[in-house]
């Protein structure tokens, strides 16, 4: 038996995919952690992709992924692009992780979470906020949500969703972490984010429902 798997080297344009300009423009964040979230099959890996390229075409950078597996090939552009698929290149995403903060990278895609530890050394990509600080010990969760709100700069979840003529969009929702938002995740108050998200003037503020209405 045999799992086959299409590696492709080139990218559809992003606007192709209707991946928002306010996702695009996440690629120039120059610090913090930005996560992408979603249901399998969501189309998260092909997001990514678009922001790495993205990266890759504009700036110098050295660019690491850690991939499980592989699903885009990229060519080095103006930028260097070292991937990593776990279990062919390296043991697991947390000794990749290790390994890769010593190889002087500007960007690092961790392609997911799977363990306290390497959250705990990342800090990075869950499904939700509440889910990276419930993976602490209790005594630990405010000082991780402390830590959270500083370090963290957007959040991003996305779907796909068919359309009337058999084809699939995707719907997102767009977090940027504004003062407020970053006070809510310090206090434990994230219950508060969804109400946040709706009533923002922030033009790269999108919740989901407002997405999904914009494709209909």
Known sequence: SAVIRIITFTLPQPSELMIP??????????????LVTGPAGGG????????????????EAHII????????????????VSQREICTDTENYLTALR????????VILLGEMRDYETINT?????????????????????????????????VVSQRLLPTTDG??????????LTPAIRNIIREGKTHQIDGMIYTSTNENMLAMDTSIFRLY
């Open 21 to 34: 300009d306010a996702v695009m423009e996440l690629a120039n964040t120059n610090k913090g952690m930005v």
């Open 65 to 80: 992924t850690l991939e499980d597996p592989l699903e885009y090939l990229h060519t080095h552009k103006k930028s260097i």
């Open 122 to 154: 990342a800090m990075t990509a869950a499904d939700t906020i509440d889910r990276i600080i419930d993976a602490f010990p209790a005594a630990q969760q405010h000082q991780v949500a402390v830590q959270l709100s500083m370090v963290l700069h957007a």
């Open 44 to 59: 998260k890996s092909t997001t990514l992709a678009c922001l790495i390229d993205k990266i890759n075409t504009e700036q």
């Open 167 to 176: 084809k699939m969009v995707p719907a997102f929702e767009i977090m940027v």
């Open 99 to 106: 390994a890769s903060l010593r190889q002087s990278p500007d």
